[in-house]
């Protein structure tokens, strides 16, 4: 061909929120609803469907009293959602300008770390202060030794996990916080890529994924009705699945299915855009540039 004309793109795609709890913020990520055909909802970490940047806030919609009814007549508020643009996003740790960037937790972006499938020790953030979070920001999950000092509780992605000294594993772009008045001291190290499978539960009994990394659950056979995840319902039957680290499924069955529980695949797709503000990002919690949809 002699010469090819670009497809100019004017605006905003538009969305709605349809969920039943939970909230979006204007400058998250947002993926797809998993229920709600047309919804969206906000990005998990490790995300591979984030479709772009929300331009609004959006919450339940309720009555005049702050109700929300089961039948409500005003339609769901349509939210912009920004992508291929520069536009201001939430890091959840440091980053510098032109770095990869990968869906954090909570609609976050962090920096995109080449995975490490065998495992590995690596260079150990310093211990923050008491109450401040520190954010893995690698692709792998890691497992953090914590040694000595005086302490009190241990939070993993806001859930507290412990209230001491032991070993704890932080999902990629999962945040650890720790309180305490004397400092402890810590080493983390990359998880290799295996989990184990655990045993199918009874019909309708939760299990939770205690692995410390994102996996991708292949249900097989079984006669079943629904797959649950987070209280959510996502699927009827057999089929593949991502759960979350920390995230609780549940299936309902008559006849009992078979599984398979694997890392969720580190790949290109999770990448969802680049750094792009001036001088760089020092810290997690910070608003700051990207180029969300576009390299």
Do not use: K
Request: a negative charge; one cysteine or more.
């Amino acid at each position: 061909m002699t010469g090819v004309i670009p497809f100019l793109r004017h605006g905003p795609a538009s969305f709605q929120f349809l969920a039943n709890s939970g909230s979006i913020t204007g400058g998250q990520l947002v993926v797809p609803d998993p229920v709600n055909s047309s919804g969206i909802v906000t990005a998990g970490a490790g995300a591979v469907d984030v479709l772009g940047v929300a331009g609004l806030d959006a919450g339940l919609r309720t009555n005049q009293d702050g109700v929300q009814p089961t039948n409500l007549a005003q339609t769901s508020p349509w939210i912009p959602v920004y992508y291929g643009v520069d536009i201001p996003v939430t890091y959840g740790g440091a980053c510098d300008l032109g770095r990869l960037l990968v869906a954090g937790i909570n609609g976050t972006v962090v920096p995109y770390t080449p995975p490490d499938v065998s495992g590995g020790t690596i260079a150990n953030p310093s211990v923050p202060a008491s109450g401040t979070p520190v954010t893995n920001t690698f692709n792998d999950a890691v497992q953090v030794v914590i040694s000595g000092g005086t302490m009190t509780q241990v939070l993993v992605n806001g859930n507290q996990v412990g209230t001491g000294a032991g070993t704890y594993q932080v999902p990629s772009g999962g945040q650890i916080q720790l309180t305490y008045s004397v400092a402890p001291t810590w080493t983390w190290t990359l998880v290799g890529a295996t989990v184990t499978t655990p045993s199918v539960p009874a019909s309708t009994t939760p299990i939770t994924n205690t692995t410390g990394t994102n996996v991708q659950v292949v249900i097989t056979g079984g006669t079943m009705t629904a797959v649950i995840i987070n209280g959510v319902t996502v699927g009827a039957g057999a089929g593949t699945y991502t759960l979350p680290a920390g995230a609780v499924l549940s299936m309902t069955y008559s006849v009992a299915p078979t599984w398979a529980w694997t890392p969720q695949i580190v790949s290109f797709d999770m990448i969802i855009g680049r750094c792009t503000e001036p001088f760089g990002v020092a810290a997690g919690s910070t608003v700051a540039r990207a180029r969300i949809g576009a390299l």
